[in-house]
């Protein structure tokens, strides 16, 4: 660093530009992990430099996606817990983007905070960085932005963007759904990243033990069940893709069952959902409880234990879910899909 590289102005503004360096310096062994072959930049240039590798691709497409963690953050901030978060970062945009078939190639955050803190921005990127490696992403540039007086200084926003790659003719769509076909349910590690403005509200998250063992949750902390992050699939979705014809996928994010599953369901198709058929896991009865949340909101908000789910053709059902389950998804059906004008989703 050179030493004009510092201002004593900024400074006394609450930004110090040496912080920045700092954190940059702290997050380089993270981002390391993630380096991938196409990778062209090291960290601290203007952009990251991805080289597309488009050998056995006939007409490659790309595939971009972009989100943040939300208010989930304000559970981080009460527990001092930063090395999670952003794992859901990523999750956000990777879940995303294979729901089009899309292998996710790279990956660039964007980190907001009152007061530049580079051992917790290192502790924020190191999730971030574990994300990626999780998806197969490199994390490739960033950007980290000290706000004084527009955030406190103990708190940031964070969000990303990935951009991924599908062979034109694998770009995984609805056009050939046929009554009869299976949904398949893959699990979810928790509430994941929606919903907690109720979540919140439900528990008055600020002045609740959060750190107590809970016999609802199995003797996991409220803290703990609530921080868990987001489960990102890509890597056994893809494997899946290699065997097997995947009519849909739908990434169970906000607005639960009823606006997601319609996404990926055209025209004069249904999703005929058994409810009896999911596992609901312990923190969503828990929050219906404590809420007195009807179970149409509870489905309509939260992904109640899936966090994905796929339709197969029914003779593929058994196979999907072996290679599934190969690779370390619990994944069992929950519904069919019927022919209906009306509706494109029913829990029954």
């Given amino acids: 660093m050179s030493v004009k590289s510092k201002s004593d102005s900024y400074a006394s503004a609450g930004v110090d530009i040496t912080a920045g360096y700092r954190a940059v310096e702290l997050m380089k062994k993270h981002v390391a992990k993630t380096m991938t072959p196409g990778v062209c930049s090291d960290v601290g240039g203007f952009g990251g430099l991805f080289e597309l590798d488009i050998e056995g691709i006939k007409k490659p497409v790309l595939v971009s996606g972009t989100d943040g963690v939300g208010t989930k953050l304000k559970l981080a901030f009460l527990l001092d817990k930063h090395d999670t978060v952003g794992i859901d970062c990523v999750a956000m945009c990777v879940n995303d983007i294979i729901c089009c078939g899309a292998k996710p190639l790279f990956f660039l955050d964007y980190i907001a905070c009152g007061k530049n803190y580079p051992e917790k921005i290192e502790q924020i990127v190191k999730g971030v960085a574990e994300g990626c490696v999780m998806s197969g992403a490199a994390l490739i540039g960033g950007e980290t932005a000290e706000m004084p007086g527009f955030y406190p200084i103990d708190e940031y926003d964070l969000a990303g963007y990935s951009t991924g790659v599908v062979d034109k003719e694998k770009i995984v769509d609805h056009k050939t759904m046929q009554e009869g076909d299976i949904i398949i349910a893959l699990a979810s590690s928790g509430v994941h990243s929606n919903g907690f403005s109720l979540v919140r509200k439900v528990f008055d998250v600020e002045n ?4 107590t063992p809970l016999d609802e949750l199995n003797g996991v902390s409220l803290g703990d069940a609530l921080l868990a992050p987001t489960k990102i699939y890509v890597k056994s979705v893809l494997a899946l893709l290699e065997e097997v014809k995947v009519r849909a996928i739908s990434h169970i994010t906000g607005g639960g069952f009823y ?27 828990l929050i219906a409880e404590k809420g007195g949340i009807s179970e149409s909101d509870m489905f309509n ?9 796929i339709v197969v053709p029914a003779d593929s059902k058994d196979k999907a879910i072996e290679i599934l389950k190969s690779h370390g998804e619990d994944a069992y059906v929950i519904g069919t899909i019927i022919k209906d004008d009306e509706d494109k989703v029913k829990i029954i």
């Fill in 259 to 285: 606006e997601n599953i319609p996404r990926s369901i055209p025209e004069g198709f249904c999703a005929n959902v058994i409810k009896n058929a999911v596992k609901v896991l312990p923190i969503f009865k």
């Fill in 208 to 211: 609740a033990d959060l750190t």
């Fill in 301 to 309: 908000t939260f992904n109640m234990g899936v966090g994905m789910t």
